[in-house]
Structures are given as C-alpha cells and as structure tokens.
C-alpha cells in the first residue's frame, strides 16, 4: 500500500529550464509535505516544505506547490543546474508521531 | 562538523550473524529513526525513538533491536542477519513540533551486505 507515489522514475531537462517533480499521495490524514535531495552515497538532504494550510512555498530557485484536492504536489526548480542532478524524494506526514512516508524517488538529470 | 554521523559506513558480513551500526547526532533533536531503503530504492520508516523512548515500531522483525542511550544516539544491533537484511540503513534526527514530523536530517547511510 504506497501512499506516496512518484510514478516518473527519471527527469532529463537542459540546463536554465524548468524542472518541474510530481508526487501523488492518497491518504488524506497527511498536512505536512516535505521534498529531499539524494546524491549518490549521501544521506538524503532536506530542501523544501509545504504545510497543507497553503498552496505554495518558494525557497531561492525551488518552489513547491500544493493541490489538496488533486491530492498532488510538485517540486519546480527554475533554472535547473547540472548541481541540481541527484534523485528526489517526496515525503508525507500526518497525525502518526514523527512518521515520514516517502515516494520511491525520480533521478533528475541537468544537462549542460 | 558533521550533523548526523553513522559508523560504519560499509558492512559486509555473513549470514547468521549479529551486528551493530551506530548512531550520533549533534544538533540537538530529541527524537531520532532509523530507515531502511532496499534494492528497490523505497525508504521506509524502522524506527522511532524521543527522548529515549520508543515511539515508532514499524513491523520491523524481532532481530532488529535499537538502543538508545542517551538522546543524541540511537544504535541498530541486528541479530542473525538474513540476506534479505541487504540494504542501505539511514539514520535520522529531528525537533519534534507537538508530535508532527517535521525537517528530519539524515545520515550518510550503512551500506550493509549479508553474505
């Protein structure tokens, strides 16, 4: 039972486009929406959240965005960088202390 | 200065036997977890610990054992390890905001392989 989806494994996009990460959830006890950067034998590194109280959060070149009623949020990052290559997770919340709910990831390459 | 620290970083040992993987965190948080992401790449919830107190146990085999002690660590001892034990084990802390998970902050990942 996934209840947080990527179902785009991978991203290519040129380097100065947008690069816009869909994630889908299904339960809908989660508020709190959170995206993270994975490099390759790194940990996975915070970079942006959106409480389910608003629609956007804007932070430098990353912006989410979120539809409560779709059940969908996105990740849009304009420009991209070749920096910017690494795999997104999408991350869920709610009433379950402490418990984050991840999709399976999307590899995003920039290219120069 | 790193935030969250895991050791080792590789584990390669044979079927049948116990481990452990540690566990430090410098920021201060009072709650810390363990992940697991198999072959699959999917990054799933072990463990929960606040203030060393379990919170989060999710259906995780008895062989997994976390021990916590004190707040800024919480330890992974694997008992009888199993192939299917192969994974990528992160740790991770966080300041809990009224029991709602917030920012958590991660470790580099254990790479552990059962032979």
């Known amino acids: 039972d996934q209840q947080v989806k990527q179902n785009s494994p991978s991203l290519s996009v040129q380097e100065g486009r947008i690069s816009i990460l869909n994630c889908d959830y299904t339960?809908?006890?989660?508020?709190?929406f959170l995206w993270y950067k994975k490099y390759p034998a790194e940990g996975p590194t915070f970079l942006i959240s959106?409480?389910?109280?608003?629609d956007k959060n804007e932070d430098g070149r990353f912006t989410v965005f979120l539809n409560k009623s779709a059940k969908h949020l996105s990740l849009h990052i304009v420009p991209s960088q070749p920096g910017d290559s690494a795999v997104y997770f999408c991350a869920a919340s709610g009433t379950s202390y402490g418990k984050l709910t991840f999709g399976q990831g999307t590899i995003l390459t920039v290219h120069p | 200065d790193t935030a969250v620290s895991q050791t080792p970083k590789y584990l390669v040992t044979q079927m049948g036997n116990d481990k452990s993987i540690k566990c430090e965190q410098n920021l201060g948080h009072d709650t810390m977890y363990w992940y697991k992401q198999d072959s699959k790449k999917f990054l799933k919830i072990m463990f929960s610990?606040?203030?060393?107190?379990?919170?989060i146990n999710e259906t995780v085999p008895n062989r997994f054992s976390p021990k916590s002690p004190d707040k800024a660590h919480l330890n992974l001892h694997i008992n009888s390890l199993e192939l299917g034990d192969s994974a990528v084990y992160f740790c991770a802390s966080s300041q809990e905001d009224n029991g709602a998970a917030r920012e958590q902050f991660f470790g580099p990942g254990t790479r552990l392989t059962v032979l």
């Open positions: 610990y606040n203030n060393k107190e379990l919170i």
């Open positions: 959106i409480s389910s109280i608003k």
């Open positions: 339960n809908s006890m989660f508020d709190y």
